[in-house]
């Protein structure tokens, strides 16, 4: 029985994340599984870090780690892979959009993959965040090819050791398709699960930010050039 290292980024999440963990907490131990919770908390303004800090002292196996400022998403999923120390890492967002007892269609599927990507079978978002995707997903697969039908999906599961051969560098919303792309490339198995997508009916979205879609851009740019690099140096190798 492999060991499950549970990653939720969060910020400014105060109004979800006891919620959140209490709801990981509770399947996790229902798993049966060797596991720990680490909550990243990236440079909230809020009570986030408050309350994880109270969280920590009573629900099992929950470790925090925070930073200031804010990184970004792809920052927070960064320290908190460096933070995971179980076999497999399963990453999901405090803003209680996905239902985390789906997690069992992700470990149903991991003996036949190295990474598991969710897919929201029924998005709850609003158009232009739906326009978005759609656009970010075509343009991507024109540069990489078929990673998985819902790129950005923040539910996913895979083997911590693909960590050792994938440069992450992105603190943005770029890291989904970084670390996709770079795994296929490397010839990595990628599965795909529907999952459930909820409306966000507590605080607010940064995916949607005018600056954050711009610099996804421009680091997809760099990373299609960076990944030649890569691929063209092991093969010397």
């Given at each position: 029985?492999?060991?499950?290292?549970?990653?939720?980024?969060?910020?400014?999440?105060?109004?979800?994340?006891?919620?959140?963990?209490?709801?990981?907490?509770?399947?996790?131990?229902?798993?049966?599984?060797?596991?720990?919770?680490?909550?990243?908390?990236?440079?909230?303004?809020?009570?986030?870090?408050?309350?994880?800090?109270?969280?920590?002292?009573?629900?099992?196996?929950?470790?925090?780690?925070?930073?200031?400022?804010?990184?970004?998403?792809?920052?927070?999923?960064?320290?908190?892979?460096?933070?995971?120390?179980?076999?497999?890492?399963?990453?999901t967002?405090?803003?209680?959009?996905?239902?985390?007892?789906?997690?069992?269609?992700?470990?149903?599927?991991?003996?036949q993959?190295?990474?598991?990507?969710?897919?929201?079978?029924?998005?709850?978002d609003?158009?232009v965040?739906?326009?978005?995707?759609?656009?970010?997903?075509?343009?991507?697969?024109?540069?990489?090819?078929?990673?998985?039908?819902?790129?950005d999906?923040?539910?996913?599961?895979?083997?911590?050791?693909?960590?050792?051969?994938?440069?992450?560098?992105?603190?943005?919303?770029?890291?989904?398709?970084?670390?996709?792309?770079?795994?296929?490339?490397?010839d990595?198995?990628?599965?795909?699960?529907?999952?459930?997508?909820?409306?966000?009916?507590?605080?607010?979205?940064?995916?949607?930010?005018?600056?954050?879609?711009?610099?996804?851009?421009?680091?997809?740019?760099?990373?299609?050039?960076?990944l030649?690099?890569?691929?063209?140096?092991?093969r010397?190798?």
């Amino acid at each position: 029985m492999p060991s499950l290292s549970i990653v939720l980024p969060a910020y400014n999440e105060e109004e979800n994340v006891a919620s959140a963990l209490e709801e990981v907490s509770t399947v996790a131990q229902q798993l049966g599984m060797d596991y720990e919770i680490i909550l990243v908390n990236d440079g909230s303004a809020d009570r986030t870090g408050d309350i994880g800090r109270e969280l920590e002292q009573r629900i099992p196996n929950l470790r925090l780690v925070e930073h200031y400022p804010n990184r970004g998403y792809g920052g927070s999923l960064k320290a908190g892979f460096a933070a995971a120390t179980k076999d497999l890492i399963a990453f999901t967002p405090a803003d209680k959009q996905f239902v985390f007892g789906e997690i069992t269609r992700f470990l149903a599927k991991i003996d036949q993959a190295d990474i598991v990507s969710g897919y929201r079978a029924n998005r709850q978002d609003s158009l232009v965040r739906k326009f978005n995707a759609f656009g970010w997903n075509t343009l991507v697969r024109i540069l990489f090819g078929y990673l998985c039908r819902d790129i950005d999906c923040g539910f996913k599961l895979f083997r911590r050791k693909i960590l050792e051969r994938i440069n992450i560098v992105s603190n943005g919303a770029m890291i989904d398709t970084e670390f996709l792309a770079g795994a296929k490339a490397r010839d990595y198995r990628i599965a795909e699960v529907p999952v459930t997508h909820l409306p966000r009916v507590a605080g607010h979205p940064t995916g949607a930010n005018v600056r954050v879609i711009v610099k996804a851009f421009r680091d997809l740019a760099r990373f299609r050039l960076r990944l030649s690099r890569e691929l063209r140096a092991e093969r010397r190798e």
